[in-house]
């Protein structure tokens, strides 16, 4: 079936001018073939992966059949987070951007009880809350459902995996004989069919085949890591690549927080999402995320879903997922709306016959890489700071400064070397330049990965004396102007931690961290004894 014209579909001239002011060409494939048939009253079951538009696809068959005169109740959105309540309610309220005196109002858990009440109190015809909440308001009387019309299950599939089935149900045994059910989700399961069974009304199915589950115009990449290199595998694309956005998955909630730490102790960005998170802690990292204060979200694959951001372009694997749909929801997350988007994921070994599931499942091809080496990303941020010099020289305004450059000169050095040693001086941090500045050490723990030494250094102080990671790194970058982006694993124990450093910091580090304190306590690195892992 070609996809549709919005204005081929009989819309309300307010509700199509909307639509198309809300910058969508056409309709997807789920809203070509639900919006009409869900216009006509039938109950429908809905399937299309996440970010195919499912929220229109109900949404403005939803909106086009409430009566605008009729100030009471007539339609229910059920979804299962607070954060998908209030994403659909804010797409409602672009889709009535024209219409007037239709009012929908989100509910949901975390909100004072009172305020909804009061709001409530005023009326609305479209309700789109959790089902904790609504059912809460129904047992208070505050929320009739005597006049619904419409219940829209929104990702349903969500919604029973986190346990509201007996909430659903609840609600749907109160709502009057006449209405219609509307049921979207990204999978089906058998409860889902045997709640549309108890629910619904002849459903029809509408289903946009497997095929286009994946998404298309992604580059999929695959790198053989081991577990232990995992955060350096990925601070080398992230320095590579430079994306202003990046999704991070991890298969659990421990994970998410490890990796965080470890990447905000790398001088990173980054905030994780998982459901251990109070609403207000989501909600503040969901909105630094949305204004570029943080350019890694790591989140776990239930925290992710439903969540609405358009320009992320880079989505890792951090773990390779459980799931092969997972891994298709993963990678959905970028290369959207047309898009380019690049998904990278991290494989140890036994993990490739996972991989290569995936791939079957998709029918894609996952590409192995070589990871970046140090040397790599020396060499783009080289290119990037001359991109910046080049591009300062054009725009000009550098009298003060040829000012200072030509006093320079006068004490008789050459522009030359004036230039080089500005050079020196601003890419210091990145340049690799003094490899032989450990001769004089013996290099017992060198490992090599992505082509250059690592060396382990042993630190006498750990846990035990409420040092973190973070104060590790803080400590090296203070005393000795490493930056923690160059460090490799630290390993932290209770009385003690490894650091594994590039060989050309090592006497930096053991030299710059003579003397000095972490946590108040005064500490000493040196060559770790003997090599953790063999060559
Ligand atoms: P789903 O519920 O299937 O995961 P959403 O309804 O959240 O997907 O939509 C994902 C994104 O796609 C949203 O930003 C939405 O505004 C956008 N979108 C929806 N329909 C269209 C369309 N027809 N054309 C372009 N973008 C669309
Ligand atoms: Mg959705």
Redesign the pocket.
């Known amino acids: 079936m070609e996809n549709l014209k ?1 204005e081929n579909m009989n819309l309300s001239p307010e509700i199509c001018r909307a ?1 198309l002011d ?7 494939p ?2 070509s073939q639900a919006i009409s048939i869900i216009m006509a009253g039938r109950d429908v079951i809905g399937q ?10 109900f949404g403005i068959p939803c909106l086009e059949q409430i009566d605008a005169e009729n100030k009471k109740l007539q339609a229910v959105i059920l979804c299962p987070t607070r954060e998908l309540a209030i ?1 659909v309610s804010e ?1 409602f309220r672009k889709l009535l951007k024209y219409t007037e005196n239709i009012r929908v109002l989100p509910i949901y858990g975390g909100q004072p009880i009172d305020r909804q009440i009061a709001a409530l109190k005023k009326g609305a015809q479209v309700i789109i809350g959790t089902p904790g909440r609504v059912m809460d308001h129904m047992r208070r009387r505050t929320l009739k459902m005597e006049t619904v019309k419409m219940m829209v299950l ?2 349903a599939d969500e919604m029973l995996d986190m346990g509201f089935r007996e909430d659903i149900e609840t609600i749907l045994i109160k709502v009057p004989e006449e209405h219609q059910t509307v049921m ?1 989700s ?1 999978t089906l399961s058998p409860e889902i069919l045997s709640l549309s069974k108890r629910f619904l009304k002849e459903p029809e199915f509408i289903k946009v085949v497997r095929k286009e589950l994946t998404v298309p115009n992604i580059e999929q990449i695959y790198f053989d890591v081991k577990e232990r290199t995992k955060l350096d595998a990925l601070s080398r694309i992230i320095d590579v690549y430079d994306p202003k956005l990046a999704l991070v998955f991890c298969n659990t909630k421990k994970r998410v927080d490890e990796v965080v730490e470890l990447l905000q102790g790398r001088g990173y960005f980054a905030e994780g999402l998982h459901g251990d998170l109070k609403q207000v802690q989501r909600d503040k990292v969901m909105q630094k995320f949305r204004n570029g204060t943080i350019e890694i979200l790591v989140a776990t694959d239930v925290a992710a879903r ?1 969540i ?1 951001i ?1 320009d992320i372009d880079v989505v890792f694997n951090y773990d390779v997922p459980q799931d092969e749909e997972y891994y298709v929801h993963r990678i959905g997350r970028t290369g ?2 047309g898009r380019t988007g690049k998904a990278f994921t991290f494989c140890v070994g036994k993990e490739i016959y996972k991989l290569r599931d995936i791939m079957r499942y998709t029918k894609t091809k996952i590409v192995q890489q070589k990871l970046p080496t140090l040397s790599d990303v020396e060499e783009m941020k080289t290119n990037l700071f001359l991109e910046k010099v080049k591009s300062i020289m054009e725009e000009g305004h550098l009298t003060k400064y040829i000012n200072l450059v030509e006093k320079l000169m006068q004490e008789d050095y050459a522009a030359i070397d004036i230039a080089a040693a500005l050079l020196k001086h601003n890419l210091s941090d990145v340049s690799v330049d003094s490899i032989d500045a450990i001769d004089d050490i013996n290099l017992g723990g060198t490992e090599i990965y992505g082509g250059e030494k690592m060396v382990r250094l042993f630190l006498n102080a750990g846990k035990k004396n409420k040092i973190r990671i973070k104060d590790i790194v803080g400590a090296i970058a203070g005393e000795t102007g490493v930056s923690g982006k160059v460090l490799g694993s630290i390993d932290l124990f209770d009385d003690y931690a490894f650091i594994d450093v590039p060989s050309e910091y090592v006497k930096d580090i053991i030299h710059g961290m003579k003397n000095t304190k972490i946590k108040n306590k005064k500490v000493n690195i040196e060559m770790a004894k003997k090599a953790k892992n063999k060559k």
Request: aromatic residues 10%.
């Open positions: 919005f639509v809300m910058g969508f060409e056409e309709a997807t789920i809203q299309s992966q996440t970010g195919t538009g499912k929220t229109a696809a994403q797409e929104d990702e979207f990204a439903g609405d358009d959207r709306a």
